[in-house]
């Protein structure tokens, strides 16, 4: 097991086509990480990088204590996992999972002990002699993870695992991650655009963004403290709202808004569309003061979401908000950064 | 079918009788033939059943060849053939899925320009360079001999296409993971592509041998030795003049044992045959 | 399209291309290029001496009453050939689209003459025309015909496409039963719930899907008919009678190794070469179109 460090890390393909524009992170040895951003935001990217799948066109990646920007993946003591899980169709669950450590030139019984115990661990025993394609998805993800647990590796890389299994599925594979990594403690880096995810998974999160890193840090602290309208935007459902306000972005999450008299009101709404979802109540709206929406003296054009309390009185027509001020975060329009006050 | 018409099913099933029959009907006169003597055939109308010299015309074609002809045994020509056929359906498979696998999983300076080399060898057939191609074969000193039948015939810009194109459709991730796994290029060829290119292989099989064994004007032109004969050029060299001097009995248990290997290896890989043959053409 | 990975070698790929290359170079690019440049050269008669003599090859192939002759018997020659196999696998590829029952049946037994080489489907057929005990030459003089491919050329040269025929039907049903069937059934029921009887749904849906199948095939045949059918006419007619059946291949052939007219088979050649690039062009194109649908 080993830390991971990466120091600027860029990466173009050509001269004015750049798709990581430096990314920086110290991963201690054992954490989990997710790299989480919607899609062609080269979190893929990123990570195919550190396998040694894509170049490295600018910085430096550390595993183990050892600069690995020239060396071939199966130099690099990694083990991968891909999105459509990459099984060789036509070997058996079995040698899927031992195809590495033949090539590695182990011997046959450390292979065998480590095929049986990578299948004990993931429930794949009585599966072994089976070729992919007998097998569902779930399986086959768990065959996946196998062939990286055999190899032993300092760092588990995962590209986007979890996006082929149903609702369901992805909820159990979740579930077994968390414990395997409990079990392993393995260094792991996680790719994935699903904000849940993310959130479950990570102990620490890289939220990217064209390229470049928005935000690094514990999932609680990244929703609580989103560095830049870009991850106030992408994390939370519905996400945190951005008002303008007195030339800057006033932020705050749809839960912190609760329902009030008109005359305490600090936000009136009109409300377009109601989602009753049981445990609570959303309510989507523009702020009043104009009703088409368009902007008024102060710009206010803006759409709000409010996470209301199931048995909040929600109907069309006006709605009056209030706040806790310390719930409030603030945005400077022009960069996106937050402003801490 | 979308409505029922009887006399539409029975003029379909008449149509395709018809044909298969049109279709079937100098195969079986040529093996009638095949089963005659020389003087059934001579007395005209020869007769349309198969008569009882079968074993003789057989075994003396297969062994000595014909009479007033090329006298050399067809079994001899066919053992040619075979040879001629596997080689090149091999050596086809080999060199172009190679070739292919280079083309495919690597970048590397002049790879688009091999590969319009490759193309445009589609575009020469032999029969377009008869005497230039002749000459380099025997400036080579390979005229009668089985390099000459084979190599010159062995570069495919089809097997390369079909190896190309089937290679595109592999998840680039199978390749990911061997690269992950510590696979060389040549072991993750050898272990990951080659299994999964096994019905691409079977399908060129199919078609490269039939190449391989129909082949004429090649080896017509570069066997003068009676020894080197393939069983095609050997039916040729059997007609002699006049038809009436032609011993026809022989001359067709020639062709029939000339166009038995092909027909049955068609028929009995049909699957990897009309794959092979729907899907070089794409 | 490209892979998106790829393995890294400074010498790995030039060694797999190389036996491929190798042999392409050597009895490909070599010879096609020295038939380019004898085609410019004059040799006299004991192979001594040689002269360039540019275009003059080309010009004596274009005045040659026996070249433009050969040029016309090739054309009618393919054009019979590509259009009689194409119509009747069409119709023998359409019925078998219809019937349900003994479908693979019709189909193996409609296939396995494409396994039958050239030259021994003529010899075949040869047999079966022969002037003097041909089965079918005794049932035409039964009604009056008197047959004879020997000295007759358009009986040569009916001989000579009916065995061409015959050879590439089996490719030519083969293919059209492929597209038939992946015509989709619901655009059939949808042309008959509007009332549009078996003759017209086909030319009125199916044949217009097929239309671009059709080029094709006409394409490929029309190569088959330039270069495959070598063996035909010289397991049969060698070009005869007078040359009735003397198409362009046989004839590089004839003049170069029969006559050893090198500068004048030589033209020949780069005359074919410069025709098959444009009928490899116009088919490419086709398959090009086909991959934008």
Same mark, same amino acid.
């Given at each position: 097991m080993a830390a991971v460090s990466l120091k600027d890390v860029r990466k173009s393909y050509t001269s004015d086509l750049q798709v990581i524009h430096g990314v920086s992170m110290e991963i201690k040895d054992g954490e989990f990480i997710v790299i989480l /951003?919607?899609? /062609?935001? /080269?979190k893929s990217t990123l990570l195919r990088m550190v396998a040694g799948l894509e170049t490295i066109t600018g910085g430096e990646i550390v595993i183990g204590g050892r600069v690995v920007n020239n060396l071939e993946p199966k130099d690099r003591d990694i083990a991968m996992v891909f999105q459509n899980y990459a099984l060789y169709p036509h070997m058996s669950v079995y040698d899927n999972m031992a195809y590495g450590l033949r090539i590695r030139g182990l011997a046959k019984v450390e292979i065998d002990t480590r095929v049986q115990k990578a299948a004990e661990i993931l429930e794949l025993k009585k599966f072994l002699g089976r070729k992919p394609r007998e097998m569902s998805g779930g399986q086959r993800q768990r065959v996946a993870m196998g062939r990286a647990i055999v190899r032993e590796p300092q760092v588990f890389l995962f590209d986007e695992p979890l996006s082929n299994l149903d609702a369901k599925l992805r909820v159990q594979m979740r579930g077994e991650l968390q414990a395997l990594h409990r079990r392993l403690g393995t260094t792991s880096l996680f790719v994935t655009h699903d904000q849940v995810e993310a959130m479950t998974l990570a102990q620490r999160m890289i939220v990217m963004n064209a390229g470049r890193a928005e935000q690094i840090g514990a999932p609680l602290e990244v929703y609580a403290r989103p560095a830049t309208t870009f991850v106030a935007g992408f994390i939370g459902s519905p996400p945190m709202n951005l008002i303008p306000k007195e030339g800057r972005l006033l932020g705050i999450r749809p839960e912190h808004l609760e329902p009030c008299a008109e005359s305490e009101a600090m936000l009136t709404v009109a409300v377009d569309l109601i989602e009753p979802l049981g445990a609570d109540t959303i309510v989507y709206g523009h702020i009043t003061g104009d009703p088409d929406g368009k902007p008024d003296g102060d710009g206010s054009s803006a759409r709000v979401a409010a996470r209301l309390p199931a048995n909040a009185v929600a109907q069309a027509g006006k709605l009056a908000l209030r706040y806790d001020p310390a719930n409030v975060h603030w945005y400077d329009p022009q960069s996106g950064k937050r402003i801490e006050q | 079918m979308v409505e029922n018409r009887p006399w539409l099913t029975f003029f379909s099933h008449a149509v395709l009788i018809a044909g298969v029959v049109a279709v079937a009907f100098p195969l079986y006169i040529t093996f009638v033939a095949s089963t005659l003597t020389l003087e059934d055939i001579v007395k005209v109308p020869m007769p349309l059943v198969p008569g009882p010299h079968f074993w003789e015309n057989y075994s003396q074609v297969l062994t000595a060849g014909s009479e007033r002809g090329a006298a050399a045994p067809v079994g001899r020509m066919m053992f040619n053939s075979l040879v001629m056929a596997l080689v090149i359906a091999f050596g086809k498979i080999a060199i172009s899925i190679i070739a292919s696998f280079a083309i495919v999983y690597f970048r590397f300076p002049l790879r688009n320009f091999f590969f319009w080399m490759i193309f445009i060898t589609l575009m020469l057939p032999v029969e377009v360079r008869i005497i230039p191609t002749f000459k380099v074969a025997s400036d080579l000193g390979i005229l009668n001999s089985y390099v000459g039948l084979t190599l010159p015939l062995i570069a495919s810009a089809t097997a390369t296409f079909l190896f190309r194109q089937f290679f595109m459709t592999v998840p680039d991730e199978l390749a990911e993971a061997a690269r992950v796994d510590g696979a060389s290029p040549m072991r993750f060829f050898v272990d990951v592509l080659l299994p999964l290119s096994k019905t691409s292989i079977a399908a060129l099989f199919v078609i490269q041998f039939i190449y391989g064994w129909n082949q004429y004007l090649w080896p017509l032109l570069i066997t003068t030795d009676e020894s080197m004969y393939t069983a095609v050029i050997g039916i040729k060299r059997m007609i002699t003049g006049g038809d009436a001097l032609t011993e026809w009995h022989l001359v067709m248990a020639t062709a029939i044992l000339a166009l038995l290997p092909p027909a049955l290896v068609v028929v009995l890989m049909q699957k990897w045959f009309v794959k092979g043959l729907v899907e070089t053409e794409k | 399209m490209e892979k998106r990975v790829v393995f890294r070698s400074a010498w790995l790929p030039y060694a797999l291309v190389a036996p491929q290359l190798a042999i392409t170079i050597v009895f490909f690019f070599w010879p096609a290029f020295q038939a380019a440049w004898f085609s410019f050269q004059l040799q006299d008669a004991f192979g001594l001496k040689t002269e360039f003599v540019g275009l003059r090859n080309f010009a004596e192939l274009f005045n040659d009453p026996h070249y433009l002759k050969s040029f016309k018997i090739t054309a009618l020659f393919s054009v019979l050939v590509a259009v009689i196999g194409i119509a009747v696998s069409l119709l023998l590829a359409t019925m078998a689209d219809r019937v349900l029952r003994g479908a693979l049946a019709y189909k193996t037994l409609l296939i396995w003459p494409y396994a039958v080489a050239p030259a021994v489907a003529a010899v075949l057929w040869a047999f079966l025309f022969a002037p003097s005990v041909g089965i079918i030459t005794f049932a035409l003089k039964q009604i009056g015909v008197e047959w004879n491919y020997v000295l007759q050329g358009d009986q040569a040269m009916a001989l000579v496409v009916i065995a061409s025929v015959w050879k590439q039907i089996s490719y030519n049903f083969l293919f059209f039963l492929a597209w038939l069937q992946s015509v989709p059934k619901s655009l059939i029921e949808a042309a008959a719930i509007d009332g549009a009887g078996p003759m017209r749904r086909f030319w009125t849906v199916v044949f217009p899907l097929l239309a671009p199948t059709t080029f094709f095939l006409l394409v490929v045949n029309m190569v088959y008919a330039f270069f495959e059918t070598f063996g035909v006419i010289d397991a049969t007619t060698q070009g005869g009678p007078a040359g009735a059946t003397q198409i362009l291949v046989y004839k590089v052939y004839h003049d170069g190794f029969k006559s050893q007219d090198l500068g004048g088979s030589s033209a020949q050649s780069v005359v074919l070469m410069i025709i098959v690039i444009a009928l490899t062009v116009i088919q490419f194109r086709f398959v090009e179109r086909k991959v934008h649908y």
């Open positions: /951003g919607p899609s /062609g935001c /080269g | - | -």
